[in-house]
């Protein structure tokens, strides 16, 4: 589970899937991780 975010960006593409905070290229292996860490 996921308690806080240091980025901004990455706290609002968990959330929303919004990408405008994160660079295009990252956007599938964060998507991996972030799945990963809340789960």
Request: zero cysteines.
């Amino acid at each position: 589970m996921i308690k806080n975010f240091r980025h901004k960006g990455l706290q609002q593409f968990f959330e929303t899937g919004s990408k405008a905070g994160i660079t295009a290229e990252h956007e599938a292996k964060l998507a991996r991780q972030l799945m990963l860490l809340n789960a």
